[in-house]
């Protein structure tokens, strides 16, 4: 059980700054881990929405993967968006990625208009995550997969220093790059103060659309929620 109260931080990262440095950190691994364990999962069907997509990398990843795939990436950070069309139009997938500027608590899509329903790491953003799981479930067509991962609150502040460590890389041997570094190693430790707890997700899911889902730790900073809608 974690010890740590958490700590809320800003919920869209919407400076030019904010984004530069969040696209500039190394998310390959994780987001390779994530689609990979997506598409385990089986049968996405055609129409995929990704809720939180920031620059778009997870979208990239899952078109590489799945090339039958459609998504639609949703974000409300305008910087974000921008570079995420840069990301989409680099991997030459423009015809099959289609960004927009939505909030998740507020989506204007009808029930069912997908058949997957995925989110990494936008849940930690939200003060009160309860009206964008339940909005992911209700756009989620019968039969349809939810996917959401994220940060995992750690136990104590030594934990938090431990990964912050562990995962928010080397000093740059460039001096001009040190203050953005810095900042990627603040916007870490800041997640995982906003993050939330496997207990604290999975009641917030079952009082969301979301019950009899499943919601694991599956690395040593990560929940993984997943969810087959009846």
């Known amino acids: 059980m974690s010890t740590l109260q958490r700590v ?12 530069r440095d969040y696209d500039a950190m190394d998310h390959a691994l994780v987001n390779e881990r994530f689609c990979a364990d997506l598409l385990a999962q089986g049968e996405l069907g055609p129409s995929v929405l990704d809720v939180g997509t920031g620059t778009a990398l997870i979208p990239t990843e899952l078109c590489k993967r799945a090339p039958d795939l459609r998504v639609v990436a949703i974000d409300l950070a305008t910087h974000m968006l921008a570079l995420g069309e840069k990301n989409v139009a680099r991997a030459g997938f423009q015809d099959r990625v289609v ?6 608590k507020r989506m204007p899509y009808g029930d ?7 989110s990494n790491s936008i849940i930690h953003h939200i003060p009160d995550p309860r009206a964008v799981l339940a909005e992911m479930a209700r756009v989620t067509a019968s039969g349809g997969l939810v996917f959401i991962r994220d940060l995992a609150r750690p136990a104590t502040e030594a934990d938090v220093d431990r990964l912050v ?8 041997a460039n001096p001009t ?13 800041a997640s995982l103060h906003a993050a939330l707890t496997v207990d604290e997700v999975a009641a917030m899911a079952n009082a969301s659309g979301l019950a009899g889902c ?8 990560h929940w993984t929620l997943t969810f087959r809608k009846p």
């Open 99 to 104: 960004l927009e500027k939505i909030d998740a």
């Open 214 to 221: 499943s919601v694991q730790l599956t690395s040593d900073r």
């Open 112 to 118: 069912g208009s997908f058949t997957t329903t995925v």
């Open 177 to 189: 790059a040190k203050a953005s570094f810095e900042n990627q190693r603040d916007l870490l430790r």
């Open 8 to 19: 809320l931080e800003p919920e869209v990262m919407d400076t030019p700054e904010e984004a």
């Open 165 to 172: 460590a562990l995962y928010a890389g080397e000093p740059p």
